[in-house]
């Protein structure tokens, strides 16, 4: 549980992903976790979003991970929000700095790496869940390891909901229970101690990220 609303008392839960696999494994007591957290909202509903797109989901299954059984959860349903992996953002980010490169704005640079379509995704994703707390349903979000795009989705919607997380306290609290504590590994996202080249993707970019960075 990372957050229970003031007004009703629908949380807002997190995860990492379901370890169904291909041959849709359960667990008794995942089921009945789940059941008491939806039985814990004003509506009596959850809603299970998953941050990926479904086909990552599908391929996950392949390697023993996957998605949750819905029909085993009582009054569940489940969304797909499409957001892309680490690999895809660090991609378009390494675009940008090519097309700065080359002399184009910082707004062209910007939708030419689809950097504004990962915005979208991630802010449709806080929108839902934000709604579905206000109208008293629980939500569980995950991703595959849940301490990225599950992070990212978690703090937003607190941030909009709650304005204790808009002050400097709250959001230094905020960052300690849904990044520090949730295992967010902020020396591999962030290159910490490593050199420039290290995001060189085989051409150019890296020295182009360098320049502007």
């Known amino acids: 549980v990372s957050y229970i609303h003031v007004d009703g008392g629908a949380s807002i839960c997190r995860s990492s992903q379901a370890l169904a696999g291909l041959q849709r494994k359960r667990s008794v007591q995942d089921e009945r976790l789940i059941e008491l957290i939806r039985l814990a909202s004003p509506s009596k509903r959850l809603l299970v979003l998953d941050a990926r797109p479904a086909k990552s989901a599908m391929a996950n299954a392949i390697a023993g991970a996957g998605f949750m059984l819905i029909e085993h959860y009582t009054e569940c349903d489940r969304a797909y929000l499409g957001i892309e992996n680490v690999h895809a953002v660090r991609d378009s980010y390494l675009q940008i700095f090519a097309a700065l490169g080359k002399g184009h704005s910082l707004r062209t640079a910007k939708a030419r790496a689809g950097w504004i379509g990962h915005y979208e995704t991630l802010m ?33 919607a607190q941030i909009c909901l709650d304005p204790y997380y808009r002050t400097v306290n709250g959001l230094i609290a905020l960052i300690e229970k849904d990044w520090l504590a949730a295992g967010h590994q902020f020396d591999l996202r962030l290159a910490r101690g490593a050199g420039i080249n290290t995001l060189d993707s085989g051409d150019s970019m890296g020295g182009i990220v360098g320049k502007f960075i």
């Open 124 to 156: 449709k994703g806080t929108q839902l869940i934000m709604q579905s707390i206000l109208d008293g349903t629980a939500v569980l979000v995950h991703c595959s390891d849940g301490w990225d795009r599950t992070a990212q989705l978690v703090s937003l």
